[in-house]
């Protein structure tokens, strides 16, 4: 994947840097707005993934930026709580019913609801495009958890994951699957091919999942984002599904969502029971942990599908271009 532009001070910095352009690393320094933030948090998230074409794999595990990864992590982590609070201890035996009344009460936009039924051929599109950033890496963050679990958290974790990568079936790992729905769109299957053009909103979602899946004391906060996920996937994904066949899109298109309408009905009561209710009473200390994970999920999801809708009810494109 190769090095995005820059979007202020503090990525533009650490961009030059990773491209052997400059030699000082911008720690210290305050990112000037969301989009440097998140693009700059973004840009060291994935020296743990797939990497930047043309930067030495020896920088994810460079102290100098290590410690700009956790000043980043700093301001990110205060506008969470803003979104959602801190973590609130709970009674470990009532987290898979609490998790239940956090999806239950969120009010966040139907999405899903506009894209099934109003949603253009190119809004849809870009749906696609924003979703790409996520859904060629599917299930990865998540999958860090995996050896900071035992028993039957673990074996629960490892279930959902089965499903998310195919069952060993590469055609039918759900990473896979999303190019299907890509190509039907003429969009370039590329990993990594349209962070350029997502805003904040769309980084900010993958860097959740970064952020709790790569720290081991957050092992209990990516739980609960996975369960939150899963448990509000089904429907959603039915009504993208059927958005698709309204703008004439052939089963290939339509194959990723119809997947986990199925998948994801099933998952959900692994995830709230076998995953996170017995996490909780292996690790009662971190039961607040989960449901924290949870509602910050929604919170940042819910803050993206504002930014999407909000673009297209005034006639915009979602994408960011080269002025913005």
């Known amino acids: 994947m190769k090095l995005p532009g820059s979007r202020g001070a503090v990525s533009g910095a650490l961009i030059d840097v990773l491209a052997g352009?400059?030699?000082?690393?911008?720690?210290?320094?305050?990112?000037?707005?969301?989009?440097?933030l998140q693009l700059a948090?973004?840009?060291?998230?994935?020296?743990a993934y797939r990497g930047w074409d043309g930067v030495d794999d020896a920088w994810e595990w460079h102290p100098g930026l290590l410690t700009l990864r956790a000043e980043l992590e700093d301001h990110f982590?205060?506008?969470?709580?803003?979104?959602?609070?801190?973590?609130?201890?709970a009674d470990p035996a009532d987290v898979p019913h609490l998790l239940a009344e956090?999806?239950?009460?969120?009010?966040?936009?139907?999405?899903?609801?506009?894209?099934?039924?109003?949603?253009?051929?190119?809004?849809?599109?870009?749906?696609?495009?924003?979703?790409?950033?996520y859904h060629l890496r599917e299930a990865d963050p998540h999958t860090w958890a995996i050896p900071?679990?035992?028993?039957?958290?673990k074996a629960a974790l490892i279930e959902i994951q089965a499903d998310e990568y195919g069952g060993g079936v590469a055609p039918r790992m759900h990473q896979e699957l999303f190019k299907q729905t890509m190509g039907w769109f003429g969009l370039d299957l590329a990993y990594g091919a349209y962070v350029d053009v997502a805003g904040a909103p769309t980084l900010a979602v993958n860097n959740l999942m970064s952020y709790f899946g790569l720290h081991r004391r957050r092992r209990g906060a990516i739980l609960g984002h996975l369960a939150a996920y899963e448990m509000t996937s089904s429907l959603p994904n039915r009504a993208y599904a059927n958005g698709l066949r309204r703008l004439g899109g052939d089963p290939a298109a339509t194959a990723f969502y119809d997947e986990h309408v199925e998948a994801d009905a099933v998952h959900e009561q692994i995830a709230a029971h076998d995953l996170c209710g017995?996490?909780?009473?292996?690790?009662?200390?971190?039961?607040?942990?989960?449901?924290?994970?949870?509602?910050?999920?929604?919170?940042?999801?819910?803050?993206?599908?504002?930014?999407?809708?909000?673009?297209w009810e005034h006639g915009r494109s979602s994408l960011r271009t080269a002025s913005n």
């Open 148 to 153: 900071r679990l035992g028993g039957r958290p």
């Open 21 to 36: 352009e400059a030699t000082d690393l911008p720690t210290g320094r305050a990112p000037d707005d969301d989009e440097d």
């Open 77 to 89: 982590s205060v506008g969470l709580r803003e979104l959602t609070g801190p973590p609130v201890a």
């Open 102 to 133: 956090i999806v239950a009460a969120d009010d966040g936009p139907s999405l899903s609801g506009y894209l099934r039924g109003r949603a253009t051929r190119g809004q849809f599109r870009e749906f696609v495009t924003h979703r790409s950033i």
């Open 278 to 311: 017995s996490f909780a009473a292996a690790e009662p200390e971190l039961s607040g942990d989960v449901l924290w994970g949870a509602r910050c999920a929604l919170a940042v999801d819910n803050v993206w599908a504002r930014s999407l809708l909000g673009s």
């Open 41 to 47: 948090l973004f840009v060291c998230y994935e020296l």
